[in-house]
């Protein structure tokens, strides 16, 4: 069944294409200035914080930063309250924390920051999210059913092509067509058949490999602290990480990870060995004698993958692309979920100036979801510092694959250590400026304040800018 695209005189509509995170963010955003907003989404929807098929990545462990959950918030106000009601922690930075590092414990700081993650099991927080996006009534959820073509030409996108129940494909029009089908997103290929093609696209691959199991904690665990035990980054050594997060129902979602030649295994027997021998084995010390809930799940979709849609010569009207769609973030940076809000609360502040039909509109925020983007992935020189087996060929061989907290460098590292003169983590001024880049509350290049508030005072007053960067 074919049914005829209509005109723009109409109602106000917009489709999205994917139901996961992004997607009913991006239709949070997009609802007060549309009439109808329909969401397409393969799979059948669970009715509950239930797992399914197209959130693979649910089974292991996800944090979200404060930065990201405020952006939710924002977007779909009370959520947060729903999140806690149901059994997720708000667990501070860093004092909520316990963090193995190559240098030693991290200071958990005395001094509490306003920074906080959100730790619960992600199919909990998508389904409240989902939840409270499809009570409101112009949000219709088409799910069962596949996204297969964009509809219009290169100048504009007036719909998509969609195939319900795997044989009804029918035409659905729209004034604005939002792609968030994640890391699989056909939007390249769909592009390229309305003669929009040259996108580059690069991905820069650690070998992170991921095994992850849920266990009953053995005490209460109320206020246990997130445990991370992070690699030691050796030249031509496997780097082995572990990180435990308390989630809802007195649980701890564990997860394993190690680079080419150290992966965990999906082997149930080999789980609690392997965190033994991390360079600490606080975590394999906690599981020894908890209980498993799960079989261990294993995953390899850990590269840093970018599509650099805002710098494609021309652009549709009518095509916003967003999420996973646009990147994607090797998951020791725990940036994904956070850079998805980032880029629906960016699409919302742009309708509130211009509305849905404003030419322009895709290509403005095309460009603005670049930004959040970049300082997910580690912003352009990143790459350069962080990756000393740069291959000419534009391939990455070899990369610091675990990073929790966004380090630059291992001398950065260093400075995070409490030094003799100097501040440390635990510094009011310091802390709170890395604390902040953390949580994806202040960009990455407060960094450098809290990197000369621990240098010392010498470094600190000698021009890092760091004084207007974070004020005392
Ligand atoms: C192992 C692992 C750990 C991670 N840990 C963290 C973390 O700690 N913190 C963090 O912030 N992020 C983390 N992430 C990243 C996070 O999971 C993603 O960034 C986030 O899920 C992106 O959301 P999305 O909605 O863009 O994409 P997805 O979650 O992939 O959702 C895309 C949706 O689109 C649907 N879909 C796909 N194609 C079509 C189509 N053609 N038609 C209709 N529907 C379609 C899919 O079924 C799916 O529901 C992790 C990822 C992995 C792999």
């Known amino acids: ?7 723009f005189t109409g109602m106000r509509r917009a489709v999205v294409i994917g139901g996961g995170l992004a997607g009913m963010l991006a239709a949070a955003a997009v609802v007060p200035f549309a009439d109808e907003v329909t969401i397409v989404e393969r799979d059948v929807l669970p009715q509950g914080p239930e797992p399914r098929r197209g ?36 667990i501070p930075l860093m004092s909520g924390m316990v963090a193995h590092t190559p240098h030693g414990w991290y200071r958990r700081w005395k001094k509490p920051t306003p920074h906080y993650l959100i730790a619960c099991s992600r199919d909990l927080l998508d389904w409240h999210v989902r939840d409270l996006v499809l009570q409101e009534p112009r949000i219709r959820l088409l799910d069962g059913a596949e996204a297969v073509a964009l509809v219009g030409d290169a100048r504009r996108v007036t719909g998509a092509s969609v195939l319900a129940q795997g044989v009804l494909e029918r035409e659905l029009a729209a004034d604005l067509v939002i792609d968030a089908s994640g890391c699989g997103s056909r939007s390249l290929r769909w592009l390229s058949s309305l003669g ?23 005490t209460r665990s109320d206020n246990f602290p997130v445990v991370n035990v992070q690699a030691a980054p050796r030249d031509s050594q496997p780097e082995q990480a572990a990180v435990l997060i308390p989630i809802e129902n007195g649980r701890w979602l564990v997860s394993l990870s190690g680079t080419r030649g150290g992966e965990p295994t999906a ?4 789980f609690v060995p392997f965190a033994l021998q991390l360079s600490h084995p606080l975590v394999g010390m906690l599981i020894a004698r908890a209980t498993p809930l799960t079989d261990v ?5 850990t590269a840093n993958g970018r599509r650099y849609f805002e710098q494609a010569q021309s652009w549709p009207e009518g095509l916003v692309i967003l999420g996973d769609a646009v990147a994607t973030y090797n998951p020791a940076y725990g ?30 925020v095309q460009h603005a979801v670049a930004r959040p983007t970049e300082e997910g992935v580690g912003g352009r020189r990143r790459p350069r510092r962080l990756l000393p087996g740069h291959s000419r060929a534009g391939a990455f061989r070899r990369q610091p694959a675990h990073q929790s907290f966004p380090r630059p460098s291992d001398q950065d590292r260093r400075r995070l250590r409490p030094r003799r003169n100097g501040a440390d983590p635990g510094d009011d ?15 990455r290049r407060r960094m450098r304040a809290a990197e000369a508030a621990f240098a010392g005072p010498s470094a600190y007053t000698a021009g890092t800018g760091a004084a207007e960067l974070c004020p005392r």
Not at 66 to 72: E, H, M, P, R
Not at 83 to 90: D, H, S, V
Not at 297 to 301: L, N
Request: net charge positive; hydrophobic share 40%.
């Open 196 to 218: 929009i093609s040259g996108i580059h696209e690069r991905t820069v691959d650690s070998g992170l490999a991921y095994a992850s199991r849920i266990y009953q904690a053995p």
């Open 55 to 90: 959130l693979p990545q649910a089974k292991h462990a996800h944090v979200l930063w404060s930065g990201g959950a405020k952006a939710i918030e924002r977007l779909v106000p009370g959520v947060t309250d729903r999140w806690i009601e149901a059994g997720a922690q708000k």
């Open 267 to 270: 082997d149930d027997k080999d």
């Open 429 to 443: 001024h310091g802390g709170q400026c890395h604390a902040a880049v953390v949580a994806r509350r202040a960009p």
């Open 297 to 301: 799940s294993t995953s390899r979709s």
């Open 1 to 7: 069944m074919t049914e005829p695209a209509e005109g």
């Open 335 to 364: 940036q994904g979920m956070s850079v998805a809000a980032f880029g629906a609360h960016l699409l919302s502040s742009e309708l509130k100036q211009v509305g849905l039909r404003e030419p322009g509109l895709a290509r403005r």
